[in-house]
Each structure stands twice: as C-alpha cells, then as structure tokens.
C-alpha cells in the first residue's frame, strides 16, 4: 500500500497515521475556515515531523464564504454539552468529507499513489452522513471509477469507536493528549464543547490518562 | 427540481444551463488553473447574465499547485489535432470532475437544492475516467449518502453525443458558437488542439454552422 492519508490533527486521524505510518506516503491537512483549523494543523505540522512523513496543506476558502456551519461561525456559535445528534448537527459541514476525499483522490493520482485514507468511524455515523460506511462504500467506487489507476478508498477505523481509535493510536506511540480536538479553536481545549467531551471520554475508557488541559473540567465525565 | 450546474462556460455545460434552465436555481463555476478557465468564465458569466441565473466563481488555487496535466503546464503543453485517446491523455485532471462535484453538492446543501447537474458526455467516456456512467452513478450514490436532504446527482447527457449536445442547446436557444472551449485559452480559438477539432466536427454534425473565429482551419473537418 502506497497511501495518502487526510489528516486534520484531530485524534482520529493521528492515531491512524502511527498504526499505518509503514504505508502512509502523504499526509493532507485542509484548512476549510472552522475555529479550530489553525490548532489542528499545527498538531499535524508536528505529528508530521516526528514520523518523517510529507504533509501537504491546502486551504479551502470557498468553504468560509459559501457554506453553511456553526463550525465556520466563530466559537460562541458552538454548541456546549454531549456529542448527540440533535446538539452537533449545526456544526455539521456540508459534504465536507466528500471534498476532501475527492481532493486527496486526485492528489494520490498527481503523485502515484494507490490508496487515500479516512479516519471515519462509528461514533460520528448517526450525526455525519458523510461519515457513514454507506458514504464511504460509495465514494471507494466513485474515486475507483473515476481514476485512472482506479485508486482505492481505505477507512480501516469505520467500525470502531473512538475509544478503540485511541488505544490503537496508543499502542503505535502516540499520546492521544498531544492531538488536538476542541471545535471552540481556542490555545487550551475548552472542556466544554462535545468534541471535548467526547475526546476526554473516549481517552479514559481507552484506560489512557487524560493529561489534557482543559479550562473547564465540569462537564467532563470524571 | 431545484438544480446546481456545474458550469465550465464550454458548449455541453453551456448547453445544459440552456436546455434545463426552468430547474436550475444556481452555476458554479470552477477556476483550476488551466490555460483556458479564463475565457470560459467567460463566457459562463456571459450566458447567466442573459438568463438571469445566479453564478458562484470557486477558484481551486491548490490544484495548480500541487496536481499534474498538461492542462495546467501552459498552452504549449495542449497536444494538437484529434480528440482520441492517446492525444488527449495528457489534458486530463487528476478526478477533477469528482473534486467539482463534491464542492457542487457542499453547496447545493448549503443552499437547500435538491440537485447538483454535470454535462459529462459519451465523447469523453473513453478519455477521461471521471467522466463515465460507472463514475457519475457511484458518485450520485456518495452524494446522496453523504448529505443531510439526500442531494442527487443529474447527469442527462450522459449517453449524448456532442453533436447532440449541441443540437439540443441551439433547441433551447444558445448559439454554440457563443461558447468557449479551446484548450489553448486563447482569444479566438486556436482550430488545432484536439478540443477546436472536437467541437467543430460537433456543431456541423448537429447540422448548424460554426461562425467561431478560428486561428487556423488546416486541422478542422471542411
């Protein structure tokens, strides 16, 4: 396997790029205007360096213009609390994963590659469609169909859940508290939001030490 | 209906806009670099403005950067005479059509459309991989599974010829020569790359006359 993985610097996406770094060639990091873009990429920047592998960064700023997203509206629009549907839905970014597999599919082509990889994974199906094993399936035969190589789609963590993604990304060397996750962006994770505390909960259920530090620790499962 | 067009400005998306413009509610137009996406916005924003059609201009700095085509290494590059295979390989675009339109469908979400529209074409099956049925049905299944209102993926000139193309959009009042599509992207069209020689053949084929200025006609179908 000769793959590019996308990567945001979020722990889903760092634990994959230690368990698959032997077939991982390229890394893609894509900045689409969200609060939290900017801390996410300097953790990619940094996990990117440590593993010796290329990360290629591209910014998407048709997405801050044109698309819909509590994410792309500044962290007060962020809704606080736990990671169920009804309270992430507004931070949902329309089709967001298809862009940017679709981007990394002709980038693999440009420079040989076989294979892109997501860290898509069970958690985030109910709330993301475009997160979902049926999106993934069907875009694995759009990027085939639609490339000259025929490039596959590889999304290894589909069916596991976020604690498992953190013990996998453990077990290769990573310190799932040296990723970032906070949809608020700010320089500490804000303790409060869902992808916070869905972070916190997962890396203890993984049986991992949660050394983040977060500015508010009260909606945090203890 | 309430469609988005992926509208380069050439005469088959031109022509869909024409033919199908009581549904399409939005045109998106792409900028990635090539030698010709100048004079096709164009002529986009040409025939949007006569149909009072609203136009979105997405400029995709990155694949300049980072993608490989001939389409992108300047006029010089475009190879000349006919539009078969091995001539024209070299102009394609890294799954462009897949990059287009996965942003065409974060869009059409955003906006509250039911449709994203592609003038892909039976001309282009055996050239561009990302213009075949295989890839236009696995790509409408990936939109629909990956966005929130279900968005589908029209694609009506898919079995069309080119001439028919042409045929159906001076039907519904576009005069083809009012068009852009020289891959050279000059001022007038240049009557040598594979993509003159393709269009005129088409718009005398559909039986209309071509009154497009042409550099040369040494290479062009009498």
Redo the contacts between chains.
């Keep these: 396997m000769n793959a590019l993985l996308v990567l945001s610097g979020g722990m889903d996406s760092t634990s994959m790029l230690y368990a698959y770094r032997n077939g991982i060639r390229l890394a893609v990091n894509f900045h689409y205007g969200s609060n939290h873009n900017d801390r996410e990429r300097e953790s990619a920047r940094y996990h990117c360096g440590k593993l010796g592998i290329e990360l ?1 960064e ?2 998407l700023d ?2 801050t213009r ?3 997203s509590s994410l792309l509206s500044g962290a007060d629009a962020i809704p606080e609390g736990s990671y169920d549907s009804e309270n992430i839905r507004s931070t ?8 940017m ?3 990394a ?3 693999a ?2 420079r040989g590659l076989d294979t892109v990889m997501l860290a898509n994974h069970a958690g985030d199906h109910a709330i993301y ?2 997160c ?1 094993p ?2 993934a399936e ?2 694995d ?8 190589p025929g490039i596959r789609l590889y999304t290894p963590f589909t069916h596991l859940t976020k604690a498992e993604i953190a013990r996998k990304g453990a077990d290769a060397g990573l310190d799932p508290c040296q990723t970032y996750s906070c949809y608020k962006g700010g320089e500490t994770h804000c303790g409060r939001c869902a992808t916070c505390v869905e972070r916190h909960e997962a890396i203890l259920t993984a049986g991992l030490p949660d050394t983040t530090p977060y500015q508010s620790t009260e909606l945090l499962t203890k």
């Design positions: 290629v591209i910014d048709f997405m044109y698309f819909s949902v970014v329309p089709f967001r994963n298809g862009i597999l679709s981007i599919a002709g980038l082509e440009s469609p475009d979902t049926a999106f069907a875009m035969k759009a990027i085939e169909a639609g490339t000259y």
